[in-house]
């Protein structure tokens, strides 16, 4: 089934997760499969995070203030459809 661009507008991919939290894509997934940071997953390859799921693993993880300011930036900034 496909899904609807809409419904998938507003969501950041992986890769743009991963270079605005300044890690590689394995530990963005290794936080995946930890539960430690929330997605959806609109297919089985087609990941996508959202702008409220991003702040949450910010408050809760224990990141240098540099990586948190790298992603405040990349998730004020537009989002790209995935």
């Known amino acids: 089934m496909r899904l609807d661009v809409d419904i998938k507008s507003g969501f950041f991919t992986s890769r743009e997760v991963a ?5 590689s ?3 963005l997934k290794n936080y995946r499969d930890e539960g430690r940071i929330q997605y959806h997953k609109f297919s089985p ?19 240098s203030f540099y990586m948190k ?10 989002h790209r459809q995935i």
Not at 19 to 23: E, M, N, Q
Not at 45 to 63: D, E, N, P, S, V
Not at 70 to 77: F, T, Y
């Open 19 to 23: 270079d605005g939290l300044g890690i």
């Open 25 to 27: 894509l394995r530990t």
């Open 45 to 63: 390859r087609r990941i996508g995070y959202a702008k409220q799921h991003i702040w949450a693993f910010l408050q809760t993880t224990h990141c």
């Open 69 to 78: 300011e790298r992603a405040k930036k990349i998730v004020a900034g537009k």
